[in-house]
Every structure is written in structure tokens, then in C-alpha cells.
């Protein structure tokens, strides 16, 4: 069996990844035939050998499947690819494929809510929408002067996924008169006031360290702080452990619940 490997540019590549996968679907390559990788998988594999594999697009085969699908669809697939999953792409293009053969497959995979694939999709992409409103909600900003005296709002946080170029729109809409700044493993992304710059990942370390007006806002919390009003479990569903280290609050709240 010929076996096609596609490298796409990057983790979140929605453009590349469905301009291949309509040429694979067009060639009748199956599912099973297709690895998905990204650019810097294809550098760590860069001594692989792989007698077997093509890594050109196939050319349509005669009698190509026609290929429609719905707008819910590719909604659906622009949140999946955030998602970390590297099987991602393999269950986009199954579920693609299995949409362009007909029959009661394919009613499946495009209405069935019991379906496997499409179960586990809706998983994913409701897995990525948690991801985005906890960024909405836990991302602390602090005031850095620049050499120049302009102040940029710098913050630090780790998504669960590859969510931080797609939340830029809602940061530049609830901020868009400030100048700020999000660090994250994976992307960086930077509000001059007039357009959103995008850079690689950063680490931790190149993140701001604590100012005086944070501590100005924790002695303001401890004071408005009522234990009679904290229901912890309830505060952990909300707000996950694994988030507080980069929340300046949260370093309270076990003192302050005893």
C-alpha cells in the first residue's frame, strides 16, 4: 500500500491541512494510508526512512468523490486543530472521507450524535472551548515600562492547548485601547493598540516578576476575602489547581480558608 505522509506548516495549519486532505479525498486515498505531521515532526524524523511513502499531493482519481460539507463542519474542524491531540488530523480526514463516500456511513459521520468519531470530535472541540474561557478568565496582566516609557501589560500562561493566536480577538476586544502582551509555551502574541504581532513561544522566566501594584491587589484581597462564602471544591471545578501558580490570589486562598 502506498502510504502518503502531509506536513503541514504548523500545529494549527487549517489551511494546509484542508487543501491537502480534499486532494486525498479526490484521489481516494483512505485513511489508512495518510500520516499527518507538522514541520517540527518532520525535523525530528529527518534521518527516518521511508521507502514506501510519498510526500507529494496525490492527482485526482477518475470519478473523484464530490466533496461538500456543511459549515457546521468546518467549524467543528477549525476548533479541532487546537486541539493537542496529535490524532487530530487523523480523525478530521476519517470523518472527511467517510462523508465523501455516500451511504449510511456517511449519514453517520455527518449526523449520527452516537457516532464514535463524531463523538469523540464534539469531545475535543468542547475540550478547546474550556481551554479558550479559562484564558478569558485566568490571564493576570502586569505594567512593564519600556525603554521608550511606554507601558505594555505583560502576562504568562500555559494553555492546555493550541488556543493563544485564536483568542487574540477577544484580548483585542476587551483591550483594545492598551498595549499588552501574552506569553505562552507555544505563541506569543502582542497588541501595539493598532495591530496583534505574533512571535514563537516563550518560557516562564521571560514572563514579568511581581510589582508593587500586585502587591497593592493581594493586601486588597486579603481584606475583602470571607471564608463564610468559599466553597473550595466548587472553586477547584471553576478554577482547576493547575491554574493557580500564575494566579497572584491564589497563593492566598489555602492560608485564608483555615
Known sequence: ????????????DWPGFRHAARALVQARVTPQAVDWRCQADAAEDLFAIEPTTSHA??????HAPQLRVSPDFVRLCEQLILHRDPARFALMYRLLWRMAQGGLDAEAARYDPLDADRMLAHHMARAVARDKHKMHAFVRFRPVVQPDGETVHMAWFEPDHFITEANAGFFIRRFTQMQWAILTPD???RWDGQALHTSPGAQRSDAPPPDAGEALWLTYYRHIFNPARLKLNMMKKEMPTRYWHNLPEAALITELSQ
Open 57 to 62: 499531493l496525490p492527482s485526482p482519481a477518475s
Open 1 to 12: 500500500m502506498q502510504r502518503h505522509t502531509i506536513t503541514l506548516d504548523h500545529p494549527t
Open 187 to 189: 505563541a506569543c502574541i
